[in-house]
């Protein structure tokens, strides 16, 4: 849930994933970087099971205790959309394709995939997760409690405790609000299409975890509705600080962090790893990386306007104007602009490309130490789709390192 149910992560992360108070969105000094693909996903495979009924209409304020959590993620049936390559028709509303699910051992590891790597939704509902350098050292235990601050024009709101939701909603309200819901901060854009399936396991996922923590402070409007008068969103931003929740801060380091310091609920030695065996199923290699590029939510920062630099993507933006990079991201590292993943094929074969996605750190912003654990298979998937869109636009701009800032983490070799 890049990053909440409410920002980046996958990641992201889901990521942001449910529905209550919502999540962050990358800032401009939290975003992905030039050579990275917001994706992520590894190996195995789980016999489908009948779909969930996603009729039940969403609540705001679901109390509807869940009696009983699925055991085996159900299925839907293996289909495909449009190809991967061709462009929609403008205005056309799009959705991730419909037949890919993550497959993997056991539903709550299939669950565990999506949240903690190719969703990255703990970069918003886990306060520490993206913090330089212990990105990824939160233990499972401390996962999901929720309360990441985002202030913006519109208002105040704190990323939902996803401990809590099983105790809140059933397994069909749950379905329900991904396909409806509309609560700011959350990128419900890039999850109405999600497979039944996979939202089961995440359910299952967060009912194995166990409730922990405490609900988060409801969503505040600071202004009537949005605007960008400077004076407006100043006097709001004031107001909602000085209601700031007080935490234990990490020592400095060199880097910036990128999410809230909590030293409390961070291992420094121990980094939690994906499940090995899962992976997204799909027809197709294609098919399948078109459905990690809407997970991992990769078009909120590699498709921008070429002309302002600020990433423009929706729901309606056609498939053949996606991924060519430019969003600008500044922060003490310096400027770094989104990679154009359209030109990716040129520049790696699918081996290098897997070998850049274990190995790369030296691009601010992007959420590497998750990507680094992506399944081989997801990997080559990502690849293939963006091997199938074909080449479009221009390189960006380099990165541009801030002399007063930090050195890069490796030699700045940044992709054209």
């Known amino acids: 849930m890049s990053r909440s149910l409410l920002v980046p992560g996958f990641v992201g992360l889901l990521f942001a994933i449910l529905a209550t108070a919502c999540g962050r969105t990358p800032t401009a000094a939290v975003q992905p970087s030039p050579v990275a693909v917001a994706t992520k996903a590894p190996v195995a495979t789980v016999p489908p099971t009948a779909v969930p009924p996603t009729t039940v209409?969403?609540?705001?304020?679901?109390?509807?205790?869940?009696?009983?959590?699925?055991?085996?993620?159900?299925a839907t049936a293996v289909g495909t959309t449009a190809a991967a390559g061709t462009a929609a028709p403008a205005g056309e509303v799009l959705k991730a394709p419909t037949g890919p699910y993550i497959s993997a051992d056991t539903p709550e590891n299939a669950g565990k995939y999506i949240i903690g790597w190719l969703g990255n939704c703990n970069d918003c509902h886990t306060p520490g997760w993206g913090t330089r350098p212990y990105e990824g050292r939160v233990p499972m235990a401390n996962w999901l409690m929720g309360g990441e601050k985002n202030v913006a024009p519109a208002g105040v709101t704190f990323s939902a405790n996803l401990r809590l939701v099983p105790g809140k909603m059933t397994l069909e309200e749950f379905i329900a609000g991904f396909q409806t819901r509309e609560n700011p901060r959350m990128p419900w854009n890039y999850f109405r299409g999600l497979n039944p399936r996979d939202l089961t396991s995440i359910y299952s996922f967060l009912k194995s975890l166990g409730p922990k923590g405490d609900p988060a402070t409801p969503y505040a409007t600071s202004t009537p509705k949005p605007t960008t008068d400077p004076a407006v969103t100043a006097a709001a931003t004031a107001t909602a600080n000085s209601n700031a929740p007080t935490t234990t801060t990490i020592p400095a380091t060199a880097v910036a962090p990128t999410a809230t310091p909590r030293s409390d609920l961070v291992a420094q030695d121990k980094i939690e790893t994906a499940p090995p065996e899962a992976y997204v199923q799909a027809d197709t290699p294609e098919l399948a990386g078109e459905y990690i590029i809407w997970v991992g939510r990769c078009n909120s920062c590699h498709t921008a306007d070429l002309k302002t630099n600020v990433a423009n993507w929706t729901e309606t933006t056609p498939k053949d104007d996606w991924l060519m990079g430019g969003r600008?991201?500044?922060?003490?590292?310096g400027t770094v602009y989104s990679a154009n993943l359209r030109l990716v094929p040129q520049n790696y074969t699918a081996d290098e490309f897997v070998k850049m996605m274990k190995t790369r750190s030296a691009n601010p912003n992007m959420p590497w130490f998750a990507l680094h654990q992506f399944n081989e298979k997801d990997m080559r998937s990502v690849y293939a789709f963006l091997k199938l869109m074909g080449p479009k636009g221009e390189p960006v701009t380099p990165f541009v390192p801030d002399p007063a800032g930090p050195p890069p983490a490796t030699p700045a070799t940044w992709m054209p």
């Not at 304020?61 to 055991?71: D, E, G, M, N, Y």
């Not at 600008?328 to 590292?333: L, M, S």
């Open 328 to 333: 600008k991201n500044v922060g003490n590292y």
């Open 57 to 74: 209409p969403p609540t705001d304020a679901p109390t509807t205790a869940s009696t009983s959590a699925p055991t085996s993620a159900p």
